[in-house]
C-alpha cells in the first residue's frame, strides 16, 4: 500500500515551458487535491476533484490546469511556466470530504522556474 | 487574507517540557480543524482534530483545545521528545460547506535533547 504518490519528485523547468505533475493514490478515494506550499504562505489549494471526472478551483488557481480521468491519478499541468510558480507541490487524498475526515499526502514535488 | 493565522514560526523546547502551538482563525462558520505535522522534504502527515462540538481532545500526548469565543486552538504536547522536531500546520474547515480546507503558516517545533 503506497499511499499517495507525486511524480517527479523534482524539477527545473525554464520561463514558459510546460509540464505536468502526476498524483496517485491507492487508498480508493473519492476526494483528491493540489496545494502549493511557499515560504510565509502555508499550503494554500490550487485545484481539487471531488470523484473521477471532476474538478473545481481552490484557493489559487490561475496557471494551472487539472484533469482526473482515473479515481487513482489526479494530474497538474503547468501550460506556460512563471517564476511564481516556483514552489513546492502536494498532493492530497481523503475518503471524506474536507469537513469530514483528514486528508492523506504525497512527498511533495519541488518544481523550480528559472 | 489568511483565515487561519500562526503566528508563532518557531518554537523551542527542553525535552520532556510541554510544547504549546497555536493557531487563531477568523472565519466564524470554521467547525473542523486538525493539525498536521511535516518532517523535510516529507509530506505532512495527520495528528489530531478537533469539532466545534467539543474543547479538548486527546491522543496520547497530543491535546488539542479548541476555544470557539476567541476563535483560537492550541496543540499540547507533553512530554516533548527529540522526534516531535518537525514543522505543525493547522487547519480548518466548514463541515458541512464546501470541500477546502485552509492551513496555517505552520510553526517549526525544535525539542533539544
Not at chain 1, 504518490?5 to 523534482?10: A, D, H
Request: hydrophobic share 30%.
Amino acid at each position: 500500500n503506497a499511499g499517495v504518490t507525486q511524480t517527479p519528485k523534482f524539477r527545473v523547468l525554464k520561463t514558459g515551458q510546460s509540464m505536468t505533475l502526476l498524483c496517485a493514490q491507492d487508498m480508493n478515494h473519492e476526494y483528491m487535491y493540489w496545494y502549493r506550499q511557499d515560504p510565509g504562505m502555508g499550503l494554500r489549494l490550487i485545484h481539487y476533484s471531488v470523484g473521477e471526472g471532476t474538478t473545481a478551483k481552490g484557493e489559487v488557481p490561475d496557471g494551472y490546469n487539472v484533469s482526473r480521468l482515473k479515481k487513482q491519478n489526479f494530474l497538474l499541468g503547468l501550460e506556460s511556466a512563471a517564476p511564481s510558480q516556483t514552489s513546492v507541490y502536494f498532493c492530497a487524498s481523503s475518503y471524506s470530504p474536507a469537513g469530514l475526515g483528514k486528508q492523506y499526502f504525497g512527498p511533495g514535488t519541488r518544481l523550480t522556474v528559472t | 487574507d489568511q483565515q487561519v493565522k500562526q503566528n508563532s514560526p518557531s518554537l523551542s523546547v527542553q525535552e520532556g517540557r510541554i510544547s504549546i502551538l497555536n493557531c487563531d482563525y477568523t472565519n466564524s462558520m470554521f467547525d473542523y480543524f486538525l493539525w498536521y505535522k511535516k518532517y523535510p522534504a516529507e509530506g505532512p502527515t495527520f495528528l489530531i482534530s478537533i469539532s466545534s462540538i467539543k474543547d479538548k481532545n486527546e491522543d496520547g500526548r497530543f491535546t488539542v483545545f479548541l476555544n470557539k469565543s476567541a476563535k483560537h486552538l492550541s496543540l499540547h504536547i507533553v512530554p516533548s521528545q527529540p522526534g516531535d522536531s518537525a514543522v505543525y500546520f493547522c487547519a480548518a474547515s466548514e463541515r458541512l460547506a464546501g470541500n477546502q480546507f485552509y492551513f496555517g503558516t505552520g510553526t517549526s517545533l525544535t525539542v533539544i535533547p
